[in-house]
Nanobody
Framework: QVQLVESGGGLVQAGGSLSLSCAAP????????MGWYRQAPGKQRESVAT???????TYAESVKDRFTISRDKTKNTVSLQMNNLKPSDTAVYFC?????????WGQGTQVTVSS
């Protein structure tokens, strides 16, 4: 079992910024794709941003130009910088590590954006 430790999140007003971080075991982090998903109440979990081992990011259309995903090889962490947050960004955010055919999930962290 791969344990992912998330931090960050919280409550912010619309237009504000938050940063999420997720730490993974180093031996797997180096060879795994990473990403962030989110799940709002009553909705399905959706992909927000992913980043390959080589550091190539992809974003959901709804967060492009507002969110930035990055990975730090020295700290074995993946981060999600969220700017210009909207109430529609309110959700539980999950870190995911993809290694071959397996995926491992963090416990989730709440992000609430007030209008």
């Amino acid at each position: 079992q791969v344990q992912l430790v998330e931090s960050g999140g919280g409550l912010v007003q619309a237009g504000g910024s938050l940063s999420l971080s997720c730490a993974a075991p180093g031996n797997i982090f180096r060879i795994a794709a990473m990403g962030w998903y989110r799940q709002a109440p009553g909705k399905q979990r959706e992909s927000v941003a992913t980043i390959t081992v080589a550091g190539i990011p992809t974003y959901a259309e709804s967060v492009k130009d507002r969110f930035t995903i990055s990975r730090d090889k020295t700290k074995n962490t993946v981060s999600l910088q969220m700017n210009n947050l909207k109430p529609s960004d309110t959700a539980v955010y999950f870190c995911v590590l993809v290694w071959g055919s397996q995926d491992f999930w963090g416990q989730g962290t709440q992000v609430t954006v007030s209008s």
